[in-house]
């Protein structure tokens, strides 16, 4: 080995050397940093994937109960996932089976509320929107149109497009605007694809709104 390179492989090496003793503490720390923020991401994870098993149990209990007709124990599981796993969909759920049996019990205003709840602590855009037409349903049973159509018009355009858009058709006949009720129920049929059959439910609306239309004239 020539002279010079000795001499440049002993400067390079007093250089790192210079260098680590210059920042070896910045290293250290570093590395231990790192150490401490991927266990605490692994103890993070643990924990949310327990946090989700537990409320997944709650909610299968739930179940349970729930055909029992036990109200006052459903209601006490309903409120623990609401209070305790509320940024958890089994909360949704739970306070979603609620308001059905309220619907099933004619308890509008409850069922209401129940989803009202439900569509503020919605995890998912999915989900908040699967809940704002149950309110859009219940809204239309208690003879709301309007506000059956308020709760549509918060959904994302396209979600649940057949089922949205029918009952935007039905909430619009509701109200006497039987034009625009005949495009809702056509962008519903259309939602269907092609190989839908033309003597479905919603064509058949479009034809009741089509002899109506001729009877009136």
């Known amino acids: 080995m020539a002279f010079n390179d000795a001499y440049d492989d002993y400067e390079q090496s007093e250089r790192v050397q210079k260098w680590l003793r210059q920042n070896g503490l910045s290293i250290a720390v570093g590395v231990v940093i790192g150490l401490i ?39 006490m599981i309903i409120q623990q996932l609401m209070k305790d796993y509320s940024d958890t969909p089994y909360a949704l759920f739970a306070v979603s089976d609620r308001a059905r049996h309220q619907v099933e019990g004619k308890q509008l ?32 049973a208690k003879g709301n149109a309007q506000e059956s159509l308020n709760a549509l018009d918060r959904m994302p355009a396209n979600s649940y497009a057949i089922e949205s858009q029918e ?17 809702a129920y056509q962008a519903a049929v259309s939602a269907m694809g092609s190989n839908v059959s033309h003597d479905n439910e919603v064509q058949m609306k479009i034809d009741d709104l089509a002899t109506a239309g001729k009877q009136g004239a």
């Open 37 to 75: 923020a991927i266990f605490g991401y692994q103890q993070w994870r643990n924990h949310r994937l327990g946090h989700q098993m537990q409320a997944s149990g709650l909610y299968q209990q739930l179940q349970g109960v729930l055909d029992t007709g036990n109200t006052n124990a459903s209601d």
């Open 109 to 140: 205003d409850k069922a209401l509320d129940s989803l009202a709840w439900a569509e503020q602590h919605a995890p998912s855009p999915e989900l908040k929107a699967l809940v704002e037409l149950r309110i859009a349903h219940v809204q239309l």
């Open 167 to 183: 009952l935007r058709g039905d909430a619009l006949v509701k109200l006497g605007r039987r034009d625009d009720a005949r495009k």
